[in-house]
């Protein structure tokens, strides 16, 4: 075989092997624009969705007005301050950042909570005038609703802009299923923990919520699913060292809390 031979098969094995590296490389290339893309649309459509999430907050107390609201003292809007705070800065590694809260006392005496994108907060007073009967109860609820407004988590829905939405209306868009309302417990639970607050609380709330299923149907819709979501963090409890069977204690909310209460009676 002459050298001449040799030499040509020689260029020819670089040139395919040139080839076939610059083509892989393209194709990686290729792949990882692709991936950057779909990150970019994630990213843009979950900030679609908030911010529409947000505007449809903003036609919801457009209806209900100032007398749809209970005006707080100075002193309770602190003490949610605090809370959210207190809620927020023991759980950093979860919230590396957080939103300015906002929170929402609705007039009306079916008992429901509810938030929105951006750290809005919506509390009904009748479920802290007849449900949340101390200091745990409501953070239950905050660590519930926190975690889901910090972390976006809403249903995408057909929502057809009408500029008046009512309480059943929202309640119907923000409505989750069983199974990513069981996860949320499950996350609502170690932030409760980490700020001190007592997780038991947590059960309680959905054991409320059980045994009064009736009131909380526009909540929940289905409200077979309300026992469903109690055997579920019943299991999760049982698997969780050291927290068997936790029942609330007993014993003196902060006074923030008071001041809240006294709010809501004397707009009665």
Request: proline share 3%.
């Amino acid at each position: 075989m002459s050298s001449s031979f040799k030499q040509g098969l020689h260029l020819k094995a670089f040139f395919l092997i040139m080839v076939l590296v610059c083509g892989c490389s393209l194709l990686g290339g290729r792949d990882q624009s692709h991936l950057s893309i779909r990150k970019a649309l994630s990213v843009e459509n979950a900030a679609e969705m908030s911010n529409h999430m947000q505007y449809l907050g903003t036609d919801y107390l457009n209806s209900l007005g100032q007398k749809g609201l209970v005006q707080l003292s100075k002193e309770s809007k602190e003490y949610l301050l605090e809370m959210h705070h207190r809620i927020v800065s023991n759980n950093e590694l979860v919230f590396p950042e957080s939103s300015q809260p906002s929170f929402y006392i609705i007039d009306q005496s079916s008992p429901f909570h509810f938030s929105l994108p951006g750290g809005h907060y919506f509390i009904s007073q009748g479920l802290l005038k007849k449900y949340l009967a101390n200091e745990d109860l409501l953070a239950a609820v905050l660590a519930i609703e926190i975690f889901r407004s910090e972390k976006n988590i809403y249903e995408k829905k057909v929502i057809v802009p009408i500029g008046n939405y009512e309480t059943q209306k929202m309640l119907s868009v923000v409505r989750l299923p069983l199974s990513t309302r069981g996860e949320i417990n499950k996350w609502a639970y170690l932030l409760m923990k980490r700020s001190s607050y007592d997780p038991g609380a947590l059960l309680n709330l959905i054991q409320l919520k059980n045994k009064n299923a009736i009131d909380f149907a526009a909540t929940v819709g289905n409200i077979s699913t309300i026992s469903r979501e109690e055997f579920n963090y019943k299991n999760f409890l049982s698997r969780t060292p050291a927290e068997n069977n936790v029942a609330v204690l007993e014993k003196n909310s902060a006074r923030g809390f008071y001041s809240l209460r006294n709010d809501i009676l004397r707009d009665n």
